[in-house]
Nanobody, 120 residues
Framework: QVQLVESGGGLVQAGGSLRLSCAAS????????MGWHRQAPGKQRELVAM???????NYADSVKGRFTISRDNAKNTVYLQMSSLKPEDTAVYYC??????????????WGQGTEVTVSS
């Protein structure tokens, strides 16, 4: 019932920047935690960044100082601004949004993933 649509992935050279967006739609009463995960080739999926409704954030050590997560509660959208990109950032990035629906049920939705490739 709650769908996430991701955009912004693509090919970029090392040192460049990219901005990912994830818009949630459907029967959403309140979006709480929103975040991004990634899975690189041959590696396990990992948490990249999370942001609570109140604005508090949590980042993986590998991206601190380079990535910035933000959200627009009116649009139920979460963003990930990625700067100083490195080849090791190459991965499929997945958006995740948790919250409550209009019928008071919980939801935990994932996007289909958007691929980010950083060339050296």
């Amino acid at each position: 019932q709650v769908q996430l649509v991701e955009s912004g992935g693509g090919l970029v050279q090392a040192g460049g920047s990219l901005r990912l967006s994830c818009a949630a739609s459907g029967s959403i009463l309140r979006a709480n935690d929103m975040g991004w995960h990634r899975q690189a080739p041959g590696k396990q999926r990992e948490l990249v960044a999370m942001i609570a409704r109140g604005g508090s954030t949590n980042y993986a050590d590998s991206v601190k100082g380079r990535f910035t997560i933000s959200r627009d509660n009116a649009k139920n959208t979460v963003y990930l601004q990625m700067s100083s990109l490195k080849p090791e950032d190459t991965a499929v990035y997945y958006c995740n949004v948790q919250g409550t629906t209009n019928y008071a049920g919980a939801f935990d939705s994932w996007g289909q993933g958007t691929e980010v490739t950083v060339s050296s």
